[in-house]
């Protein structure tokens, strides 16, 4: 059974770090491009950020550039968002996902594109 299962959300302080997890379960992440999203109240859902290694490309929001780092654990099969100098307008919840097809790549113009593995999401706060 295919599954994604984010963890690491909280309640974090203006300019605080948090690292999310995403544990893959029924399928090898390595091989795929993964990706983070998220969704504010009230809002669509954003993609963060997309890497893939079968082109070395990793893509990240404007948003989220230089604060966020996406990166992924072959032997632990579990994808990390790395966020740090967070802002109250990072609240969301964060979802990971993957695109199932072998060797895929993500799309610089939407993420989302071919992402068919979805985690439920774990849920950012960002207030003092």
């Known amino acids: 059974q295919v599954q994604l299962v984010e963890s690491g959300g909280g309640l974090v302080q203006p300019g605080g770090s948090l690292r999310l997890s995403c544990v893959a379960s029924?399928?090898?992440?390595?091989?795929?491009?993964i990706g983070w999203f998220r969704q504010a109240p009230g809002k669509e859902r954003e993609g963060v950020s997309c890497?893939?290694?079968?082109?070395?490309?990793?893509y990240y929001a404007d948003s989220v550039k230089g604060r966020f780092t996406i990166s992924r654990d072959g032997p632990k099969n579990t994808a990390y968002l790395q966020m740090s100098d967070l802002k109250p307008e990072d609240t969301a919840v964060y979802y990971c996902?993957?695109?199932?097809?072998?060797?895929?790549?993500?799309?610089?113009?939407?993420?989302?594109?071919?992402?068919?593995?979805w985690g439920k999401g774990t849920l950012v706060t960002v207030s003092s």
């Open positions: 890497t893939s290694r079968s082109d070395g490309i990793t």
């Open positions: 996902a993957a695109d199932p097809t072998f060797g895929s790549t993500c799309s610089a113009f939407d993420f989302s594109d071919g992402m068919d593995y």
């Open positions: 029924g399928f090898t992440l390595e091989f795929y491009a």
